[in-house]
């Protein structure tokens, strides 16, 4: 079965440069999650599109910002990146109108910033 | 605010060797609950939803029970690659989608 593509995989940055990473859900999921899980730590919450329009946010910084595309893929820009942005970053995808909602993850993207 | 508490942290097991995680949750009118499966590096694996108490859901090695308070990971004889970390997350009281609150996971090893 089909799963939740991101690209790049890994990314190296320096302080100060900016990212962009994509995610490509599920065929037919509508809906895109992102999260940012830092190492020993839980997957974080950072922000969610649901048919192209932003359904929620959380603690992502103002210096990130994301869209999701007609063909529902989903971009997250990184500007001025930090040492501190150093983590994996997960994009997740689900189907609305159905009962599970359940959130399927991608294999991540883990950005290391120096 | 929706919490949810993993216990133990980590657990080591011999081959064989069952055992239990749990997982407590304060959420406000619970439409569900998710368990998780990563692997270092590695994005989480979808194992099970559990949406009311009472309700069982077995994969494998794997069974999975919810209480009004708490769900329950079951792991009957465990094998080498069963280690992980094992996660368990909720989305907002009310709901049933939404971003999901996650448990700092049990990591789990198990020993041939």
């Known amino acids: 079965a089909a799963g939740v593509i991101q690209s790049p995989r890994h990314l190296i940055k320096e302080k100060r440069e900016t990212a962009t990473l994509k995610c490509y859900p599920i065929p037919r999921h509508d809906t895109v999650y992102w999260y940012q899980q830092g190492p020993g730590q839980d997957p974080q919450f950072l922000i969610s599109?649901?048919?192209?329009?932003?359904?929620d946010k959380g603690s992502i910084p103002d210096r990130f910002s994301a869209q999701q595309f007609s063909d529902y893929h989903s971009e997250l820009n990184m500007s001025s990146l930090e040492l501190g942005d150093s983590a994996l970053y997960f994009c997740?995808?689900?189907?609305?109108?159905?009962?599970?909602?359940?959130?399927?993850f991608g294999p991540g993207t883990r950005l290391t910033v120096t | 605010e929706d919490q949810v508490t993993q216990s133990p942290e980590a657990l080591r097991l011999q081959e064989g060797e069952s055992s239990s995680l749990n997982c407590s949750y304060t959420?406000?009118?619970?439409?569900?609950l998710f368990w998780y499966r990563q692997d270092p590096g590695k994005g989480p694996e979808f194992l099970f939803t559990?949406?009311?108490a009472g309700e069982e859901k077995e994969k494998e090695r794997l069974k999975a029970t919810l209480t009004k308070k708490e769900s329950f990971l079951h792991i009957t004889a465990p094998k080498p690659e069963d280690s992980a970390t094992y996660l368990c997350a909720v989305p907002p009281g009310g709901t049933s989608y939404g971003k999901l609150t996650f448990g700092q996971g049990t990591i789990l090893t198990v020993h041939p």
């Open positions: 559990l949406y009311s």
């Open positions: 997740a995808s689900s189907a609305s109108g159905r009962s599970s909602y359940e959130q399927y």
């Open positions: 599109f649901y048919e192209k329009m932003q359904s």
């Open positions: 959420v406000s009118g619970l439409r569900g």
